[in-house]
């Protein structure tokens, strides 16, 4: 089974950005959907971004215009570029990789990063 694990979560400012990252232990880019999801405490955790073997990228209504989700085979990694961060953006981000055909509940997650955005 192939581990995710996400990095670059941390403080910034509101307006500021960060990119998450999600480093696979192995090749997932062409046989699997990649998601990032967040959570906060009490609320569902929800979509922001994933991207499906062959190129297609959905996003969550929220981030829509501000967020970018990308890949790169050769690292086995995908990464989230967040820009013009708001304070409803706080959130534990996961990563998630799934089979196609599968809901992410049948895939497998990373152990989240906090991302804090806060004057």
């Known amino acids: 089974q192939v581990q995710v694990v996400e990095s670059g979560g941390g403080l910034v400012q509101p307006g500021g950005s960060l990119r998450l990252s999600c480093a696979a232990s192995?090749?997932?880019?062409?046989?699997?959907?990649v998601g990032w999801y967040r959570q906060v405490p009490g609320k569902q955790r929800e979509l922001v971004a994933e991207i499906i073997p062959g190129g297609v990228i959905n996003y969550g209504d929220s981030v829509k215009g501000r967020f970018t989700i990308s890949g790169d085979n050769a690292k086995n990694t995908v990464y989230l570029q967040m820009n013009s961060l708001k304070p409803e953006d706080t959130a534990v981000y996961y990563c998630?990789?799934?089979?196609?055909?599968?809901?992410?509940?049948?895939?497998?997650w990373g152990q989240g990063t906090q991302v804090t955005v806060s004057s």
């Open positions: 192995g090749n997932i880019l062409s046989t699997d959907i």
């Open positions: 998630n990789h799934r089979r196609y055909g599968l809901g992410p509940a049948f895939g497998t």
